[in-house]
Each structure stands twice: as structure tokens, then as C-alpha cells.
């Protein structure tokens, strides 16, 4: 399967609309900084996380990036990273 490493930023205008957007995307990737996620997604959970977040934004007010940094198992990112590590996510197991 391949997937895809994504940087996701967002600025939601809306805490409770805010508090959402943090919640479903920690169930797709991990947290870097306060409105910034890294993710590794298939085509499918892309269409699907576009999907539900295109139903909780309100895009008069709101915006949501997607960064498509290439093929996960290929790419190698070029980040400058001040404080903590940046460290791109590895694929793992999915335990349902």
C-alpha cells in the first residue's frame, strides 16, 4: 500500500470547531506543535480525512493545509527543526 507522509496545519477561527479538527487528526498522525500534525496516509484515508474535514470547517472562516511531502518510504525530509527532534513517521502495525 502506498502512502503518502502529509504536514497538516490548520487555523480554525472556533475553539470547539478547533478542539475537533485536534481530535480527528490524532487519529491520523501525529502531533508536532500546537495546530501542526504529521501524517502517513493511503489515498483512501486521505479521501476520507478531506472528506470530514470539508463537513467540520466553515470555510468562510476557517483554513486547513495539506502538504504531500511524497512517498512515505521514500521520502526524506528536509526540515530544520529548533528544540525537539523531528523525526518523520515510521509505518507500524494497526491494531483494531
Known amino acids: 500500500m502506498d502512502e503518502h ?3 497538516i496545519a490548520y487555523d480554525i477561527s472556533d475553539q470547539k470547531r478547533w478542539r475537533s479538527i485536534f481530535k480527528l487528526l490524532h487519529g491520523y498522525g501525529e502531533w508536532l506543535q500546537l495546530s501542526v500534525f504529521q501524517c502517513r496516509l493511503s489515498r483512501r484515508r486521505h479521501a476520507e480525512l478531506v472528506a470530514t ?7 468562510k472562516e476557517d483554513h486547513v493545509i495539506l502538504m504531500d511531502l511524497g512517498l512515505a518510504d521514500s521520502v526524506k525530509p528536509r526540515v530544520v527543526s529548533l528544540g525537539k527532534d523531528f523525526q518523520p513517521l515510521e509505518k507500524e502495525p494497526v491494531i483494531v
Not at 474535514?53 to 470555510?59: G, K, Q, T
Open 5 to 7: 507522509l502529509y504536514i
Open 53 to 59: 474535514l470539508d463537513e467540520i470547517i466553515h470555510h
